[in-house]
């Protein structure tokens, strides 16, 4: 399952996102907001990551305008992994070697066919499970 989460900046695409999401079967929470009236990034970003964290959720996607905001939110939730990616080598290079488990985007960066192809991206690459990189990843995780 998917945890979706936007502000009103990262509304829009999100519909997108989750007309993806449903035209491949993928199950998903949307965890706000609910329209493009003004908003706090933070709360939806926190409460994607969240879902995450306590395995209620396999990955998470949040947007906002620039995707920047919204990634920092999510990074505070301890367990998270939220990889800002505006191109789908960064997406992929993610899920190789982060084993990153979100993916923020901002909407006023990429258009919705490249946000389209970055989720694909995202959602079907996995973790190499190379010793350097679950190193890596297990010393971000005791920081």
Known sequence: MIALGSDHGG???KQKVIRYLEEHNIPYQDMGCGSSESCDYPVFGHAAAKAVAS???DKGIVICTTGIGIS???NKVKGIRCALCADS???KLTRLHNDAN??????GIVGENL???IVDTFLNTPFS???RHRRRVEQIEKI
């Open 11 to 13: 509304y829009e695409l």
């Open 55 to 57: 395995g209620q959720c």
């Open 72 to 74: 920092i939110s999510a």
């Open 89 to 91: 080598l960064s997406a």
């Open 102 to 107: 979100m993916l923020a985007m901002g909407a």
């Open 115 to 117: 946000a389209l192809e």
């Open 129 to 131: 499970g190379e010793e």
